[in-house]
Nanobody
Framework: QVQLVESGGGLVQAGGSLRLSCVASERTFSSRRMTWFRQAPGKEREFVATISSMSGSSTSYSDFAKGRFTISRDNAKNTVYLQMNSLKSEDTAAYYC???????????????????WGQGTQVTVSS
């Protein structure tokens, strides 16, 4: 398993922005697809965005994230980011980064495919 540590969450007003970071311990970070999920109280964990390995040239977003969130990676820093703009109260949740050995684009939305998770970072959007 890979150790993942998220940061960057906090309290923000609706319409504001936050940038989440996730640092991985794995030195083969660049070869791993990285994905962000979120989970609100009483709800299931849901897919937010994913980025392909190496150059990160391929990204995919959930419908609610398209046009507002951007996933990116810096392999030199073993870090994946989630830039969140135009935040809404319904974005309030704990955000988790995840990675798995054999996760591809098709399976990237399924949390059960991942074997490494961070501890999560809380995002609270006030209206």
């Amino acid at each position: 398993q890979v150790q993942l540590v998220e940061s960057g969450g906090g309290l923000v007003q609706a319409g504001g922005s936050l940038r989440l970071s996730c640092v991985a311990s794995e030195r083969t970070f660049s070869s791993r697809r990285m994905t962000w999920f979120r989970q609100a109280p009483g709800k299931e964990r849901e897919f937010v965005a994913t980025i392909s390995s190496m150059s990160g040239s391929s990204t995919s977003y959930s419908d609610f994230a398209k046009g507002r969130f951007t996933i990116s990676r810096d392999n030199a820093k073993n870090t994946v980011y989630l830039q969140m703009n135009s935040l809404k109260s319904e974005d309030t949740a704990a955000y988790y980064c995840a990675t798995g050995v054999a996760v591809g684009l098709v399976t990237s939305k399924d949390p059960s495919r991942y074997d490494s998770w961070g501890q999560g970072t809380q995002v609270t959007v006030s209206s």
